[in-house]
């Protein structure tokens, strides 16, 4: 059966006044504050900012993970706070591709069985998929033996390189990347930023990077400032 999330056009990610808090003692501390954010398909923007600004909260509620206390969350037009919790589900799964900080990476896997295992997830036939997965590895630089190494025969870039190919292995139309290049070092995280930027015009998605490394800004569209639970 087809879901609605499949048959929505792609118009990237919107977020219209949204609001996040959290208990605090007796109080409640604002981690998000009327925040409106527009991303369309094509367009790489990060959002910069120190630690403890929001930056973490903005990625989760964008990535559905985490419901707001007021404003709206849209993926291709679909109000996320209006779906169920399956639906939502579905919505993460077949829209939104996550490229996490630490590449946690299944130590057991080679790198093309880590996208392959997704297919099994899904229900899917992870030999029918394999050529898919070989190509998107290859796509993020991956290709021949590396793609038959287990992650401690990686070193850290590759293992980054392989997170944004299983990132992006469910087609998503929304990318959200969480500090991508915190334990590289310089050159190899421009590498990184490099190929994000590559994969946004490529493959259309729309990206959102938060980072606090304003080095590596050079290949965005757009750079967000956020202090305090606002977005400037």
């Known amino acids: 059966m087809t879901t609605?999330?499949?048959?929505t056009t792609r118009t990237g990610l919107a977020l219209r006044g949204v609001t996040l808090t959290y208990p605090d003692g007796e109080s409640r501390l604002t981690a998000l504050d009327d925040?409106?954010?527009?991303?369309?398909?094509?367009e790489f923007t990060a959002v910069a900012g120190p630690s403890g600004s929001g930056k973490s909260s903005l990625l989760a509620v964008a990535a559905t993970l985490q419901r707001p206390d007021r404003g709206q969350v849209l993926i291709d037009g679909l109000d996320a706070g209006a779906l169920g919790d399956r639906e939502r589900t579905a919505l993460r799964r077949e829209r939104l591709g996550i490229v996490f900080q630490q590449s946690n990476l299944l130590a057991s896997l080679t790198a093309v069985e880590q996208l392959l295992v997704l297919e099994s997830v899904r229900g899917g036939r992870p030999s029918a998929a394999r050529s898919r997965a070989?190509?998107?590895l290859a796509s993020v630089g991956l290709d021949g033996a590396k793609q038959r190494r287990r992650p401690h025969q990686l070193s850290g870039?590759?293992?980054q390189r392989v997170n944004i190919a299983r990132a992006l292995f469910g087609r998503p139309s929304v990318l959200l990347v969480d500090e991508p290049t915190s334990a590289l070092d310089h050159e190899r995280g421009a590498q990184i930023v490099g190929l994000l930027a590559e994969i946004t015009r490529s493959h259309?998605?729309?990206t959102v990077m938060v980072t606090h490394d304003r080095d590596l800004l050079g290949r965005v569209d757009r750079v967000l400032e956020m202090h305090d639970g606002r977005l400037a």
């Open 204 to 206: 259309g998605t729309a």
């Open 35 to 42: 925040v409106t954010l527009e991303v369309a398909p094509g």
């Open 134 to 136: 070989e190509e998107l």
């Open 157 to 159: 870039g590759e293992r």
């Open 4 to 7: 609605t999330a499949q048959t």
